[in-house]
């Protein structure tokens, strides 16, 4: 949570300017949390709002960087841009799979994406970000059970011709172009705004078997915005973009190294290549098999048409949306030099198509505002992977000495298994969410949705794996255990099968706001979330293969239970803004990811609970100086509960207990034409499991910090930065797994290293 303040800057949305008698004041902040614009102070929920100034201060262009502004955010990102999830209060979707809806959810200019890893695409310039802490069982589309971050972007305006133009170089070779321009066609009733970028930069990684670089940007992406006002009471504005992706991703390290280690040398040596360059991962010196590739390549595009009526006693929001989002990827997944196991060329391939309808008709009645909607989704995924044995797979568990010689004479290269998943889904809602002002002090808001969820799922595979069936025919017992496992064992029935479920649930929340005096209000609440069930994408979920029955891949529902104490103020004639929100969050039937060492399946596990208090201030002590602080604390565990297996009395993954982020910014005139801006944040952590209970798979405590100066012209013609990401070159980890096929060793994703640059801004 991120002190929910702009840094002597421009507020949410767009107002006037502060007068002189105010410019040592805090800015006031406007934010559309309960789909109404309020004040962030007489908000009565747990919301971090981030300026589009603050945005630009920062240099927070992505929301992967949102960390660096709210410490309750916590992003894990181990492989590509379709393999990421995030969590706020320490809870969120514990694996990537596609099959599992994401805990917290992202909306992007009203629309929701389909998962955590779509949303991470190019967001041009934005408007704000609004992070909504705790489950959103009324209101944003569909149902999430941890959060959602709200994302606004620039919209066209009539404000004649304008612009901008932008250029980035930075270490890593880092090169980035970008630019919009606003233009009013139609006086009052027609204006485009257009926007795009192209970025490149080489990987943070250099393969030591063939010096190519790893984990590199290339990315282009395009949006149009046009802004229709027929007349004064309708306004509809029409969206669409297109960002497409194609970069070097998901490598990991050797983090430990096992009793494999000299193996895997010595594998890689007969084949001419290095198996592990290095057992220090911090070097950020790869190995990969030099026939193998890692690639992702990504497609997103949208279109979106959000129109605005008023009807004079209400006024009527929609919002229609179709979105689809397509990746491939191969990889050697082992991570090493060694040829182990692989995604071939395109080996990975899933896809998102997505068609949303939300129409929203609210007003007021005397004391009532009063809110009544209804939301549609119909969506298709695909999830397609085919895993793939290298060629020193057989040598890595001991070849000639492990394995009958037939089944070694039946392997080859290459072998192993497809598992196609395809999914169908709709969700229909009906909500309401209503505030009653009780008197101008004391209000209570009360809201109701009702939600049906469909999904069916039509699952087969494809089976090329010959070492499988001569080790079933000699009863090889190793050649069974290696060549027959899950993922990749002919006894599945390529035809698989099929299955489909139905859902309804109905969630809300209830608060009672009260206004102490007009600057100190306090809230309490009680909310219910909800995140449907689904089916696991994954061909070893099939309890019995030769006679598959898709119901094993099914999981059920996820429902959370969260109450929540709140109060917000401003002090010594706003100069200090502070919030306060304690919580606690019950989740029941929590969707886990689980790998029992011969496949993955879904846990629905029976509770988790997370609590804890987020404190954030802002202060302004003097006219262009602004300090913010964020503190939260999170437990969030397994309790001991014979329904939650294993992980009875653990603490849940990627949730550290403290996270703290600060701010400084400091706006100074330079002589009469020029303005300064020296901006600095750090994010302190304190240590986490990163993945699982093994100890070696903690992340201990560690400290980020960013910098960033801009020198503009008075008149905002043109702007220079310069900059620090993780300015200290913090080395820490993002996630670490037990290395594939390599007993004993473990692989590490790292965070980003120092990365610096220089940014030049032409506004016309």
């Not at 991120?2 to 800015?27: F, G, I, K, M, Y």
């Not at 502004?69 to 809870?91: H, M």
């Not at 980035?176 to 009733?189: Q, T, V």
């Not at 399946?601 to 609970?609: F, G, H, Q, T, Y």
Request: hydrophobic share 35%; net charge negative; proline share 4%.
């Amino acid at each position: 949570m991120l002190v929910a303040a702009t840094l002597t800057a421009s507020p949410a949305l767009a107002q006037t300017a502060p007068s002189e008698q105010e410019a040592t004041r805090v800015d006031e902040i406007i934010v559309t949390a309960t789909r109404r614009e309020q004040r962030l102070i007489e908000a009565p929920v747990a919301v971090t709002a981030v300026s589009g100034e603050q945005l630009e201060n920062s240099g927070v262009s992505d929301i992967r960087e949102l960390t660096s502004l709210a410490p309750s955010v916590q992003f894990q990102t181990p492989g590509g841009g379709s393999d990421s999830s995030i969590r706020i209060r320490g809870v969120g979707t514990t694996s990537t799979n596609p099959g599992l809806e994401s805990s917290v959810g992202v909306i992007i200019d009203g629309v929701i994406r389909a998962r955590t890893g779509v949303a991470l695409s190019e967001l041009g310039d934005l408007r704000s970000i609004e992070v909504l802490r705790g489950p959103q069982g009324t209101l944003f589309g569909r149902n999430t059970s941890s959060g959602i971050i709200n994302v606004m972007t620039k919209q066209p305006d009539f404000d004649g011709i304008h612009g901008n133009i932008t250029g980035t170089y930075g270490n890593y070779d880092n090169r980035r172009l970008s630019g919009a321009i606003n233009l009013p066609l139609i006086e009052d009733e027609l204006a485009l705004r257009v926007e795009g970028s192209w970025e490149v930069r080489d990987g943070f990684y250099t393969d030591a078997n063939s010096n190519q670089s790893l984990d590199n940007l290339d990315r282009q992406f395009v949006r149009a915005k046009l802004l229709w006002r027929p007349t004064d009471n309708v306004s509809w504005t029409f969206s669409g973009d297109y960002t497409n992706r194609n970069e070097n991703c998901c490598v990991a390290l050797l983090a430990i190294a096992g009793p494999t280690y000299n193996l895997v040398n010595q594998l890689a040596a007969a084949r001419g290549g290095v198996g592990y360059p290095t057992t220090d991962p911090f070097e950020r010196r790869a190995s990969k098999n030099a026939v193998r590739r890692n690639q992702e390549d990504i497609t997103d595009g949208g279109l979106s048409a959000v129109g605005e009526i008023d009807l004079g006693w209400a006024n009527l929001t929609s919002v229609t949306a179709y979105r689809a989002w397509e990746a491939w990827r191969s990889q050697d997944f082992d991570h090493s030099g060694a040829d182990l196991g692989f995604f071939a060329p395109d080996g990975l391939h899933q896809k998102f198509n997505v068609f949303t309808q939300e129409l929203r008709l609210q007003g007021n009645a005397g004391k009532l505002d009063w809110l009544v909607g209804l939301f549609y989704a119909d969506e298709k995924v695909l999830n397609d992977s085919a895993y793939r044995m290298g060629a020193d797979y057989p040598l890595i568990y001991g070849g000639a000495a492990t394995f009958q010689a037939s089944t070694l004479a039946a392997f080859r290269p290459g072998d192993g298994a497809r598992g196609i998943g395809e999914q169908e889904g709709t969700d229909l809602s009906f909500f309401t969410h209503n505030v009653y002002h009780i008197t101008d002090a004391l209000s209570v808001t009360g809201g109701l949705r009702w939600t049906q969820n469909k999904k069916s799922i039509d699952f087969r595979g494809e089976n090329f794996n010959p070492a499988c069936d001569s080790a079933l025919r000699t009863a090889d017992t190793p050649g069974i255990t290696r060549f027959c496992a899950p993922f990749w064992d002919t006894r599945l029935n390529p035809a698989g099968d099929t299955d489909s479920r139905t859902e309804e649930a109905l969630t809300g929340t209830a608060n009672i706001a009260y206004r102490i005096s007009p600057n100190l209000n306090t809230y309490l609440s009680y909310s219910r979330g909800y995140k449907s069930g689904g089916y696991n994408f994954d061909r070893a979920g099939f309890t019995t293969p030769a006679t598959p029955n898709a119901r094993d891949l099914a999981f059920n529902e996820e429902t959370v239970d969260a109450y929540e104490f709140g109060i917000k103020g401003e002090f010594f004639d706003r100069t200090l803004r502070a919030n306060f929100a304690a919580f606690h969050q019950t989740f029941e039937g929590f969707q886990l990811i689980e790998y029992t060492g011969i496949n993955f399946v879904v846990r629905s596990l029976s509770e988790v609970i997370s609590k804890g208090a987020e404190l954030e201030l802002t202060w302004m002590p003097m006219d262009g100086l602004t300090l913010t602080n964020g503190l939260s604390y999170t437990d969030a565990y397994y309790p001991v509960n014979t329904g939650n297996s294993t992980y009875s009395g653990r603490e849940l993954e990627q949730s550290p207990d403290w996270v703290n982020v600060s701010s400084i910014t400091w706006e100074f005139p330079i002589g009469s034409s020029l303005t300064g801006v020296a901006y600095a944040d750090a994010r302190y952590s304190s240590e986490f499991f990163t993945g699982g209970f093994d100890p070696n798979r903690v992340q201990t405590s560690f400290t980020t910090a960013n910098v960033r100066f801009s020198l503009r012209d008075a008149n905002e013609a043109w702007q220079l930065d310069v900059f620090a990401r993780n300015v200290f070159d913090q080395e820490y980890y993002r996630r670490v797994i037990p290395a594939t096929f390599q007993t004993g060793s473990y692989s590490a994703f790292l965070g980003d290293p120092r990365t610096y640059g220089v940014t030049l801004r032409r506004n016309f």
